[in-house]
């Protein structure tokens, strides 16, 4: 009885020696990744670019005349006539035929919607299809497109102005009336990724007195216990709010022209943070954790400044930058400044990892995913830059 009684503890003792041991030896592993990984992560915001290869190239034959844009890592081309999709390799991937005067945009992660001003046709397409046409039978005004395809667009109707929210198969989920005796005009509006809130910036004026109102609406399941599906509204007193958008479902921000607002949650939007502006805004750029407002510079070496804002509304960076821009593009942690000439390639902290001339005239740049990789659309060619 003494033996089995001693030859169970020893097996248990083995056991516990056996995890003990295992324990170790993970703790030991993960020390190493960690050290690994710092110290990967310390070469990598050390390394700074100073020159590019061209690792692959493809004819670019996009019709000239055509306006191009980025959609997804793809590039999108536009015109009257027509939108069509490249990817990098210069493939066609579709065409979509049209006629407008006017051609207007919407982009949302991968979900494009198309209309012309005064019309009233909206084609929606993704990086793969078309996903549908919608027709609103009244002139547009405005419009925006989620990532969900859903589409919100500004109608006008005589003293009535609609904002309705429409499923990419033209299906109509709801409708907002508007007056500018009432609500207000709405100057600029907004939907999700998810397609499920909107954002409405009004403005009005009555007697000689103006204000501004952001109003949120909630059109999923929680909004429907919701008056109108109105979750949350926000005066501006005597400003004109023209910019709102969504940075994801559970974040937004609007500029005015004194300040710039944030707001947070996916149910019901909150104001979390309000920033004061004393000088004019340039531009205004955003992804989905950050936004940049570009100012003019305040010296002889600083032609601008970018103000860089995370989705809580802090100030993170404050960026100098001394030639003349066609677009700022975050991605990931990093973000880019360009012309058809010039790039500037900085980390989130601002640490510069290239900057430098382009060696070819460049409509288009469009990142990668990785801070040394970029798409350069020129007039004749698609090219992969590889910066080291």
């Excluded at 198309?114 to 299809?129: F, K, M, Q, R, W």
């Excluded at 407002?293 to 930058?321: C, H, P």
Aim: contains cysteine; negative net charge.
């Amino acid at each position: 009885m003494a033996d089995n009684e001693k030859k169970r503890l020893n097996y248990k003792e083995k056991i516990r020696s056996y995890r003990l041991t295992r324990f170790y030896q993970v703790v030991l592993f993960l020390l190493i990744a960690v050290g690994v990984s710092a110290v990967f992560y310390y070469e990598w915001r050390g390394r700074v670019f100073t020159d590019s290869i061209v690792i692959h190239s493809a004819a670019n034959r996009i019709s000239g005349g055509v306006r191009v844009m980025g959609l997804d890592g793809h590039i999108l081309g536009y015109s009257k006539d027509g939108v069509s999709l490249t990817d990098s390799g210069g493939t066609t991937l579709w065409n979509q035929t049209f006629e407008m005067q006017e051609p207007s945009v919407a982009i949302c992660r991968d979900v494009v919607a198309l209309a012309d001003y005064n019309g009233s046709t909206i084609y929606v397409l993704d990086t793969h299809e078309k996903l549908g046409e919608i027709n609103t039978n009244l002139p547009i005004r405005a419009f925006d497109v989620a990532a969900s395809g859903n589409v919100l667009a500004v109608l006008e109707d005589g003293l009535t102005t609609w904002v309705n929210l429409y499923g990419a198969d033209g299906t109509q989920i709801s409708n907002i009336r508007t007056s500018m005796n009432n609500s207000g005009y709405p100057v600029s509006v907004a939907v999700s990724p998810n397609g499920a809130l909107v954002g409405i910036s009004f403005f009005f004026v009555a007697e000689g007195v103006s204000r501004s109102t952001v109003v949120f609406y909630n059109f999923g399941p929680v909004g429907q216990n919701a008056q109108n599906n109105m979750r949350s509204a926000y005066n501006y007193g005597d400003t004109l709010v023209p910019y709102l958008t969504f940075m994801s479902d559970d974040a937004a921000f609007a500029v005015s022209d004194d300040r710039i607002m944030f707001f947070a949650r996916s149910e019901k939007p909150l104001s979390i943070a309000e920033t004061f502006l004393n000088e004019k805004v340039r531009s205004i750029y955003s992804g989905e954790d950050y936004v940049g407002l570009v100012f003019y510079g305040q010296g002889q070496d600083a032609l601008y400044r970018l103000d860089i804002y995370d989705k809580k509304g802090e100030m993170i960076l404050s960026k100098d930058f001394d030639f003349d821009y066609t677009e700022v593009v975050f991605s990931k942690n990093s973000f880019i400044i360009y012309n058809e000439l010039e790039l500037l390639i900085c980390d989130i902290n601002g640490t510069e990892k290239f900057r430098g001339p382009l060696d070819k005239v460049t409509i288009l740049l469009l990142p990668t995913g990785q801070i040394s990789r970029y798409t350069a659309v020129t007039s004749e060619t698609i090219d992969t830059l590889e910066f080291r």
